[in-house]
Each structure stands twice: as structure tokens, then as C-alpha cells.
């Protein structure tokens, strides 16, 4: 479970449910960059049927589930690579990192997952170093939905950790 601290998968599901439901109202716009749900006993719309909010789903390497749901009737949008607008910003979403991108893109800030806290991978070491690469990993972001205020902050506090580990 990655060095996650829940004794087993069955708590983490719960705990990542609880909290998900404690901060996404019905409205909210929330979205999953990538590895949704992977090598689970429970089907895909145990998780879909509990999760509030209006889902956009970003894929990533792990979404092999996919072809079990309808889609649109759990996403409003699915896409591989996704831009949006949030508080001003122009948001780049991808789950993997990109290290280079079109130079219409700079500026931007790139959300992206897959390397959740592993601090061997060379992405992993190149995104400490790119302030405007935001990891939206569980691990980061203390296991619950944030919004991009605390997605920014928590990479922050990420990274002034790494620099003093």
C-alpha cells in the first residue's frame, strides 16, 4: 500500500470514502488525475455510487476498469490530457508529469499524479525542482479532495520537507 498508514486495504477504501464525502457537496466540480481504483475486490461502482461531486475523470495507468462502467453516466467529462481555468490559473491535467509542453503552456501549472511520493524516480526529483508542477497524489495531499489553494500549499510543505530530509 505504498507506505500508506491504514492496516489494510478495506480501511483505506473507507477512510479515502469518509473523506472524499466530508468535503465534496453534490455541485462540486472534482477531478481524479488518474488511478482511480487499482487491483480492488470491489467493482468500480461500489466506489462511483458513494463518491459526491461531478466527477471528471483524467486517465491514467490504472483505469483498466474503465470498460466496466457507462462513463458518462459517472463523469462528465474523460479525457487523456484536460485544460481548465481555476481562480485564474490555466491548469494543465494530466496524470503523468510532462517535462516539456507546448509554449503556449508556460505559465501554466501542471497537475499531475502517477508518482505518487516515490522519491527515487527521476520524475519524481525533476518535479522538486518545477514550482509550477503541482503532484496531486493521495500521499501529498493528506488522503482527502482539496481544492487548488490547498493542492498549491500542500506541494509547498511537500517540498520544503523534501529539502530538509
Not at 458513494?50 to 474523460?78: A, M
Request: aromatic letters at 14%.
Amino acid at each position: 500500500m505504498n507506505n500508506r498508514p491504514f492496516s489494510s486495504v478495506d480501511e483505506m477504501d473507507r477512510v479515502l470514502i469518509d473523506n472524499w464525502n466530508s468535503v465534496v457537496q453534490p455541485d462540486y466540480e472534482v477531478y481524479i488525475i488518474g488511478d482511480f481504483m487499482f487491483r480492488s475486490r470491489q467493482t468500480p461502482l461500489y466506489y462511483l455510487d458513494q463518491l459526491r461531486g461531478r466527477k471528471h475523470l483524467v486517465l491514467g495507468n490504472h483505469e483498466r476498469w474503465t470498460d466496466q462502467v457507462n462513463l458518462p453516466d459517472y463523469f462528465e467529462s474523460v479525457s487523456q490530457i484536460k485544460e481548465i481555468t481555476d481562480m485564474d490559473h490555466h491548469l494543465v491535467l494530466c496524470h503523468y508529469p510532462l517535462a516539456e509542453w507546448p509554449r503556449y503552456f508556460r505559465g501554466s501549472m501542471h497537475i499531475f499524479g502517477h508518482i505518487h511520493n516515490t522519491r527515487t524516480s527521476p520524475a519524481f526529483q525533476f518535479y522538486l525542482t518545477q514550482p509550477n508542477m503541482l503532484n496531486a497524489g493521495v500521499d501529498i495531499n493528506h488522503f482527502i479532495p482539496v481544492t487548488l489553494p490547498q493542492l498549491i500549499g500542500n506541494n509547498r510543505a511537500f517540498r520544503q520537507l523534501e529539502d530538509e530530509w
